[in-house]
């Protein structure tokens, strides 16, 4: 149980355009979903915090502009990054839980290469 | 501020035990996770707790105390593909999930 599942595993894109990267929960309905960004051998950095039905809350120094969160179902949220560029290539991470106690899940992740 | 402390780097050898050692500071305490991250993939989630004392799942355990702020993961016979990032997340008043830089565990034969 508890599986998330999000695409796309890998994008290559040319700078200027916008990507969108969806994540999903399988098997359970998930109240609250989270999206990550990790660098290369550097810790879990979180971007923001999505409810259902809600704007996102983002962390500081997280463009809101910049990387659009819709959480639209409790078993779907997107995160768009925008007019990317070279220094937004990173790996996207997002995780979803169903409630306060229980332990986020994570997709396997999206490799993000903006050329 | 709050604060989550683990070793950066360990090395172990094949078969042994290692004890992965994680205090923390934050306002307020709702459960405390351990995670594991293979390199280039996303964290797979390993034990909670919230209550003091340990919790034997398999090779892994996990112990809390709650009024030292301490937490350690300990893993037994290890093995190559436990070589891995090993993540203490604590779940402040907030119900937010405060990460700790994760603890690269390295396996040698």
């Known amino acids: 149980g508890a599986v998330v599942s999000q695409h796309p595993s890998w994008v290559i894109c040319k700078s200027g355009t916008s990507v969108k990267i969806e994540c999903r929960s399988l098997?359970?309905?998930?109240?609250?979903m989270f999206w990550y960004r990790q660098f290369p051998k550097q810790s879990l950095m979180l971007m923001a915090t999505?409810?259902?039905?809600?704007?996102?809350?983002?962390e500081q120094g997280v463009e809101k502009d910049k990387f659009l969160i819709n959480h639209a179902s409790l078993t779907l949220s997107t995160l768009t990054v925008t007019s990317a560029h070279p220094e937004d290539s990173s790996f996207y991470i997002c995780?979803?839980?169903?409630?306060?106690?229980?332990?986020?899940?994570f997709g396997d992740g999206t490799r993000l290469s903006i050329l | 501020g709050q604060n989550i402390d683990q070793p950066t780097e360990m090395t172990a050898t094949e078969g042994a035990i290692v004890q992965i050692n994680c205090t923390y500071q934050t306002s307020g305490f709702n459960g405390l996770f351990w995670y594991q991250q293979h390199a280039g993939e996303a964290p797979t989630f390993l034990s909670y707790?919230?209550l003091d004392g340990l919790e034997e799942k398999g090779r892994f355990s996990s112990f809390l105390s709650r009024s030292k702020g301490y937490s350690y993961l300990l893993l037994k016979e290890l093995q190559m593909k436990d070589s891995a990032s090993y993540l203490c997340?604590?779940?402040?008043?907030?119900?937010?999930?405060?990460w700790g830089a994760g603890t690269k565990l390295i396996i040698k034969p």
């Open positions: 995780s979803a839980k169903s409630w306060e106690y229980q332990p986020q899940h």
């Open positions: 999505s409810n259902e039905g809600s704007k996102a809350t983002y």
């Open positions: 098997d359970f309905q998930a109240t609250t």
């Open positions: 707790n919230v």
């Open positions: 997340a604590v779940m402040d008043s907030n119900y937010q999930l405060i």
